[in-house]
């Protein structure tokens, strides 16, 4: 049977290629993935050679057309993970290849996010969330560009999931691979790191540290000037880009004042996120996912560079506040699921048609940037009481019973 099986998802794979080649990748779209194949090209043919230079990625503006400039985003040690991909050559073959594994990724996420949250929806539920989970506009787009976020956004799970289930060696190191595209990261990281140091669960900590210590330090033995580039290539798309986060927005919204604005926000929003951490510090497992899900919301919001293909991440506050739903409103729960989850991808597919008149390798209407963030921040809260403080009195009630 494991034969059987192993022999369909292979057929599966090889199937999804082959359509991934021949119908999705000549559509266009190659503004994520042909910079990642061309300077990890240049870098694989001689180790030490500069995969941020204009003349590593180059080519790649053949790809991606007129009027874009090819830059390479991601840290010198990210080569671990495209290196592989881009020995496959031609390169309508590599995206395909890629596209498969995002896929399964979006897959990953998805059961990932289910068992993390420790929901059991019903069959109706489950069909609806998978849906869902690989239906989002956030998440089609990340699929056809190829977008590395995908694979970042599996990892993260992964890693929390192995968290709550004390498997801190495991999670430490996944934690540290998310370092890949660190702007998705950029908040949980240090939240892991000091809710781990007031559980005292040090081989957490030390795993996340030395996974990151090997990874950067490999970096400057083999490229000594990586990080340098690495800045420069990600400044010049975050000022061709801006704004790329609602806090941004509000920059630009408003004139002369921008800058205020924007700090204002961003403060109250670190505000917010600093007072959950606190409150979480010495909690269980139960505190930490649902501080976690918070932080990752409040990345997108706060003023971090983003794309919205980061947003697939967001599946996890969403599978959370489902869950708790389906806890507290045993036969009501799941079906306050399923209206919310139709009326997110009804107005998310409404805005794709009427905003970007269905485009997908265009830059993202400005409601995309607030829709899915905003959306969990409010479930977040809306499930807290019920996620957090009645799972304590309970438990308080359970204990006061036990002295008896």
Not at 6 to 31: C, E, K, T, W, Y
Not at 180 to 205: D, E, G, H
Not at 233 to 260: D, E, K, N, R, T
Request: overall charge positive; some cysteine; hydrophobic content about 60%.
């Amino acid at each position: 049977m494991f034969l059987i099986v192993l022999i369909l998802i292979i057929a599966m794979g090889a199937i999804l290629v082959v359509f991934n080649q021949r119908v999705i990748v000549p559509l266009g779209g190659d503004q994520v993935y042909a910079p990642i194949w061309e300077a990890s090209r240049a870098a694989m043919r001689s180790p030490g050679a500069n995969p941020y230079s204009l003349e590593a990625v180059s080519r790649a503006s053949l790809l991606m057309g007129e009027g874009t400039v090819p830059r390479f985003l991601y840290p010198y040690y990210s080569l671990m993970l495209f290196g592989p991909f881009a020995q496959i050559t031609p390169y309508s073959l590599s995206r395909a290849v890629w596209m498969t594994v995002c896929l399964a990724c979006a897959v990953g996420l998805a059961a990932s996010a289910v068992q993390l949250t420790r929901w059991r929806p019903g069959a109706l539920a489950g069909i609806m969330f998978a849906v869902f989970a690989l239906g989002r506009v956030e998440v089609v787009r990340a699929l056809l560009l190829g977008n590395p976020s995908l694979v970042i956004s599996l990892l993260a799970a992964m890693a929390m999931l192995m968290v709550v289930e004390k498997i801190d060696v495991g999670a430490g190191v996944l934690f540290g691979l998310t370092m890949i595209k660190p702007t998705m990261v950029a908040l949980l990281l240090p939240f892991v790191l000091v809710w781990a140091v007031s559980q005292r669960r040090m081989r957490l900590v030390a795993s996340l540290m030395v996974t990151i210590t090997v990874l950067v330090a490999a970096s400057f033995f083999i490229y000594p000037d990586w990080l340098g580039g690495n800045y420069a290539a990600f400044l010049g798309y975050y000022q061709a880009s801006f704004p790329s986060s609602p806090a941004a927005y509000v920059w630009s919204w408003i004139p002369g004042a921008g800058p205020w604005a924007m700090g204002v926000t961003a403060i109250l929003l670190a505000g917010l996120m600093l007072i959950s951490w606190w409150g979480a510090l010495g909690k269980d497992e139960r505190w930490f996912l649902w501080t976690a899900a918070l932080t990752l919301t409040i990345t997108n919001l706060l003023g971090v560079p983003v794309s919205v293909s980061d947003h697939v991440l967001l599946l996890i506050p969403f599978a959370l506040a489902f869950s708790v739903w389906s806890q507290r409103w045993p036969g009501q729960g799941n079906q306050l699921s399923l209206f919310i989850m139709a009326v997110i991808l009804g107005a998310e597919w409404a805005l794709f048609w009427f905003e970007m008149g269905g485009d997908f390798w265009g830059r993202p209407a400005d409601i995309f940037w607030f829709l899915s963030p905003l959306t969990a921040l409010v479930l977040l809260y809306w499930v807290r009481y019920w996620a957090l403080d009645s799972i304590q009195l309970r438990t308080r009630h359970l204990e006061a019973l036990r002295k008896l």
